[in-house]
């Protein structure tokens, strides 16, 4: 049965719904932001919202206090949604690098058994155009691919994503361009939700202070609710608060989180600015890309392509086959060397044997055939294989010990002192 793509994705990414919705690999901190935004909400409109109804009689305007609270709470968890379940703007990977990219550089390289095997060169690095301005972008190992302008690999989730601008564990997901809108929204609107729930607190605080004409600390024991939401959403407000106005900051300069953090030491020229106003009218009202990911298609079998040959898969090839050639010219060439001494050592033998007596003759005849007989053996695969006959040095060859030294015992038993030389 053929399976889907989310089904065998490579990325980190929890997919939902039969991949309708992805998340991050830490989605469940989305079940722990939700219930740091509902929880407070349930308590405001429980023990604070409800009382206030009758604080404003005219027209029941006191009803539309906790009713803002939960319309606005939905508003800001739909944004939380859109942030963390959708495709933040992965690149898809490739099953295979850039062919087109590969290059042969016969100046580096190898010259092995005569024959120079070109080292493929894989260029990590190269430049783009952006605004009329060179960019580098890098190659990611991981996906395969060399990665667009602003484009980074999360670590996290194992993806690269286009205009990556961090993982968030809040939302559990990558923010990315096709999610950082609805990201600053969430937080912005989380912002204005934490200041509602004080401000609407506080001013329930104050009406108990004032119906009972009593002090502050009667206040917190008449209603600890408000004191808790108010403390709760102070410390809520430094976070959001201080990440609207970080991001504000980035909008309008368009840089990212990642571009900000890695390249503020730099000094570098930001080629994506496009001026204050643009810049915002790029975020907030420019359409977003669809994504590139189908992830419920049917995987398509890809034919698999032969690997290309690399430099050092064509050394150990190139070296195994001078290997043999080397044995082989060491078999032959030694076999040759072993009739040459023996030609050599008869000669000697029988123009000795002529100038001795019969005793002697006799005597020697037989030594003679023993030592010939012995010397006139093929020599076997294994003595050869492990003792070369000829060895490699300085650009000539030399005869073996083992050989000399067969010569000189011949010789030796006869009477005679080895040969000096022997022609090579």
Not at 24 to 33: K, L
Not at 376 to 390: E, F, K, M, N, V
Request: net charge neutral.
């Amino acid at each position: 049965m053929a399976k889907r793509v989310y089904q065998v994705w490579k990325g980190s990414n929890k997919f939902f719904l039969q991949g309708r919705l992805i998340f991050g690999p830490d989605a469940r901190s989305v079940i722990a932001t939700i219930l740091m935004i509902t929880a407070p909400i349930i308590v405001f409109c429980a023990l604070v919202g409800r009382h206030l109804r009758h604080e404003f009689t005219q027209y029941n305007a006191g009803y539309a206090i906790p009713v803002v609270a939960v319309v606005f709470t939905i508003y800001v968890l739909v944004l939380l949604l859109l942030t963390s379940a959708r495709d933040p703007g992965i690149v898809p990977r490739n099953s295979h690098p850039p062919e087109e990219e590969f290059r042969y550089d016969t100046s580096a390289s190898a010259e092995i058994g005569g024959r120079q095997t070109p080292s493929v060169q894989f260029p990590r690095t190269k430049e783009v155009m952006v605004n009329g301005i060179p960019v580098r972008v890098k190659y990611c190992d991981t996906c395969m691919l060399y990665r667009p302008p602003r484009c980074s690999h999360c670590s996290i989730c194992n993806n690269c994503v286009e205009r990556f601008d961090h993982h968030c564990p809040w939302v559990g997901q990558c923010i990315g361009q096709r999610n950082y809108r609805y990201f600053f929204l969430f937080v912005s609107s989380s912002m204005l939700l934490c200041i509602y729930v004080f401000a609407m607190s506080a001013l329930y605080f104050k009406f108990v202070m004032d119906d009972y004409k009593e002090t502050v600390w009667f206040a917190m024991k008449h209603s600890p609710a408000s004191v808790v939401l108010m403390l709760y959403c102070f410390i809520a407000l430094w976070f959001v608060g201080g990440l609207t106005g970080f991001h504000l900051y980035l909008i309008s300069t368009n840089q990212t989180t990642y571009e900000n953090f890695r390249y503020r030491a730099d000094n570098r020229i930001n080629v994506y600015n496009l001026g204050c106003l643009s810049n915002f009218q790029e975020v907030f009202c420019s359409t977003i890309k669809p994504s590139r990911n189908n992830f419920r298609a049917y995987v398509q079998e890809e034919v698999q392509r032969p690997p290309l040959p690399t430099s050092r898969t064509s050394e150990t090839q190139d070296a195994n086959e001078d290997r043999r050639m080397k044995v082989e010219d060491d078999l032959e060439l030694g076999g040759d060397l072993m009739k040459i001494s023996q030609r050599h050592n008869i000669e000697d033998i029988e123009a000795d044997i002529r100038s001795r007596g019969s005793e002697v003759h006799r005597h020697n005849s037989s030594e003679f055939d023993s030592v010939v007989g012995s010397d006139r053996r093929p020599p076997t695969g294994q003595l050869d294989t492990r003792h070369s006959s000829w060895e490699r040095r300085s650009g000539s060859w030399e005869i073996a010990q083992e050989v000399v030294g067969m010569n000189s015992n011949v010789a030796e038993s006869n009477g005679y002192p080895a040969s000096k030389e022997v022609s090579k």
